[in-house]
């Protein structure tokens, strides 16, 4: 079966540091990768998403930055954090199939910016 | 543009008892699929229910049913003999079929409360 892990589960960082979030993918090949936002009593922004190897695509130009330098992992960069990049961000996947399927997600990262 | 729609922020159900969630959500295509996400306070997102536009029939899945009326653009979701462990945040999600992979649409939300 498929499962999907991110870490790290919390992260608390000053504001200008750099910042990676990773997520990797178990079970599948070729899955599409997703970036989302989520900000308190809100719903999810999506913020990147990748079908392919090095290929991305951002919905927010923001602060942020993904890669994907494998097939099965997806990355989310800062150079310099800013208070607003606070939050709590999910990675999910679906199958590359077709459109329509579904997206499971990770468990998330709490970011916080002191 | 499509939006997806929930008009009721927070509700409220007896152990035990039905509640039924709203979501409205506006297109122009004919072909797309919905989705109801369930994040409890652990906050990991977790998948419900999946409803294809082209399909007549509601989706179930245990306790969880679907109301879709195509024609109204409404795809309500119920849930029969409400659990504790059911209480969470519930988001409504839209997608278009052969649209970009990345445009899954997402209410805002409705915070569930279960009452014992």
């Not at chain 2, 536009?53 to 029969?80: D, G, P, W």
């Not at chain 2, 839209?94 to 569930?112: A, C, D, R």
């Given at each position: 079966?498929?499962t999907?892990?991110?870490?790290?589960a919390?992260?608390?960082?000053?504001?200008?540091?750099p910042?990676?979030?990773e997520?990797?993918?178990?079970?599948?090949?070729?899955?599409?990768l997703?970036?989302?936002?989520?900000?308190?009593?809100?719903?999810?922004q999506?913020?990147f998403?990748?079908?392919?190897?090095?290929?991305?695509?951002?919905?927010?130009?923001?602060?942020?930055s993904?890669?994907?330098?494998q097939?099965?992992?997806?990355i989310?960069s800062?150079?310099?954090?800013l208070?607003?990049?606070s939050?709590?961000?999910?990675?999910?996947?679906?199958?590359?199939?077709?459109s329509?399927?579904?997206q499971?997600?990770?468990?998330?990262?709490?970011?916080?910016?002191? | 543009a499509?939006t997806?729609?929930?008009s009721?922020?927070?509700?409220?159900?007896?152990?035990?008892?039905?509640?039924?969630?709203?979501?409205?959500?506006d297109t122009?295509?004919?072909?797309?699929?919905?989705?109801?996400?369930k994040?409890?306070?652990s906050r990991q997102?977790?998948?419900?229910?999946?409803?294809?536009?082209?399909?007549?029939?509601n989706?179930?899945?245990?306790?969880?049913?679907?109301?879709?009326?195509?024609?109204?653009?409404?795809?309500?979701?119920?849930?029969?003999?409400?659990?504790?462990?059911?209480?969470?945040?519930?988001?409504?999600?839209?997608?278009e079929y052969?649209?970009?992979?990345?445009n899954?649409?997402?209410?805002?939300?409705?915070?569930?409360s279960?009452?014992?």
């Amino acid at each position: 079966s498929q499962t999907i892990h991110q870490w790290p589960a919390t992260l608390v960082q000053p504001v200008g540091s750099p910042l990676s979030l990773e997520c990797t993918v178990e079970g599948t090949s070729n899955p599409n990768l997703y970036w989302y936002r989520q900000a308190a009593g809100r719903g999810l922004q999506l913020l990147f998403y990748s079908v392919g190897i090095g290929q991305i695509s951002s919905e927010v130009p923001q602060n942020l930055s993904a890669s994907r330098p494998q097939d099965r992992q997806f990355i989310l960069s800062s150079k310099k954090l800013l208070l607003s990049d606070s939050g709590f961000y999910l990675c999910a996947w679906s199958s590359g199939i077709s459109s329509g399927q579904p997206q499971h997600f990770g468990d998330g990262t709490r970011l916080s910016i002191l | 543009a499509q939006t997806v729609t929930q008009s009721q922020p927070e509700m409220s159900v007896q152990e035990a008892e039905t509640v039924t969630l709203s979501c409205t959500y506006d297109t122009s295509e004919s072909d797309y699929y919905l989705f109801w996400y369930k994040q409890p306070p652990s906050r990991q997102m977790i998948l419900v229910i999946r409803q294809e536009a082209y399909k007549q029939q509601n989706a179930t899945e245990n306790r969880f049913s679907v109301n879709f009326q195509k024609a109204a653009k409404s795809f309500s979701l119920k849930i029969s003999d409400s659990q504790l462990g059911d209480a969470a945040m519930y988001f409504c999600a839209y997608i278009e079929y052969g649209g970009s992979q990345g445009n899954l649409i997402f209410g805002k939300g409705t915070k569930l409360s279960v009452k014992p």
